[in-house]
């Protein structure tokens, strides 16, 4: 029984010391996304996934060139989810440990009364950065279509809103803030035409 005591002291002492101790490949890992998910606890809870796109199990990458119109061709990596899960919703990471798109995904949609068989983000927001890792935008897509884009400068203030006609993908409106308050809102009737609202003072 005595000898039982100092080994039991030394275990505890060694499993609550390791607590605190960091390896080389946790202080490697510190800033990667860890792939997590919550699983459903109802019949309204929705299956959620952190994922990150360097996490080979969850994506296929694949280069290719982009050629813009005007622009020089440049070399992009094109992420594709393999076996994505149906009706889960998903926080999609890159290499950068920034938050690109969240949505749910889904692998057959209905939209006034059409079933599409593609899978995909049908309901979900894409979000932009610049060079300096600040925010640039914010892009919603709702049904599958174009709905809004927030535009933010760099002290990270929404600066514009930009609404889109979902049905044929036009400008339809623009609200511009100031300080973080709504100054005016342009209303679109054609490509470039639009006409002013003053917000009030």
Known sequence: MIKTIPLFIFLVIAITGCNGCQTN????????????IHNKTGLKDTDTLWVSQNDTTIFKAEEGLQRNPGQMAKLVTRYELKNPKDGAYYFIYNDRGQLIQEGKY?????YEGNTIEDGNFYNSKS???????????IHYQV??????????????????????NKKTGDKEKVEIYKNGTLKETRIYTAFDVYHTIEADE
């Open 25 to 36: 490949v946790q202080s490697s890992n510190e800033h990667k996304i860890i792939y997590k």
């Open 127 to 137: 979000y932009y950065y610049k060079d300096n890792g600040n925010l640039s935008s």
């Open 106 to 110: 889904t692998s057959q949609y209905v």
């Open 143 to 164: 049904d599958g279509r174009n709905f809004k884009t927030e535009l933010y400068n760099r002290k990270r203030a929404l600066t514009e809103i930009i609404y889109f």
